[in-house]
């Protein structure tokens, strides 16, 4: 099992940009898919983008030519560039780990560790 710290949210204007980061902890010899999810209350956890051994890596249209994650192996850090924020994008950010497959990549319900979350707020 893995634990998942999150950090770098906040609040931001439209047409801003944040960087999220990811800070896994234990053992990452098992993780097939790391991913950055979202939820606005009352709604669904939406997938946002994602890494995957196999697959590469997968973004949600809604986020396309505007996020960019990557990883930096070394730092045991999953990054999540978001640039030209909008009001949409307003969320709390999950960073998530799956050990097992890596088909559909942006669906929440095959990944089995979760981070606490971070909130992103653009107004």
């Known amino acids: 099992d893995v634990q998942l710290v999150e950090s770098g949210g906040g609040s931001v204007q439209v047409g801003g940009s944040l960087r999220l980061s990811c800070l896994v902890i234990?053992?990452?010899?098992?993780?097939?898919?790391i991913a950055w999810f979202r939820q606005v209350p009352g709604k669904e956890r939406e997938g946002v983008a994602a890494i995957c051994r196999l697959g590469g890596t997968t973004y949600a249209d809604s986020v396309k030519g505007r996020f960019s994650v990557s990883n930096a192996y070394a730092e045991r850090t999953l990054y999540l560039q978001m640039d030209d924020l909008r009001p949409e994008d307003t969320a709390m950010y999950y960073c998530?780990?799956?050990?097992?497959?890596?088909?559909?990549?942006?669906?929440?319900?095959?990944?089995?560790?979760w981070g606490q979350g971070t909130q992103v707020t653009v107004s």
């Open positions: 234990g053992n990452i010899a098992n993780m097939n898919c």
């Open positions: 998530a780990v799956r050990t097992s497959g890596w088909t559909r990549p942006l669906v929440p319900e095959p990944y089995n560790s």
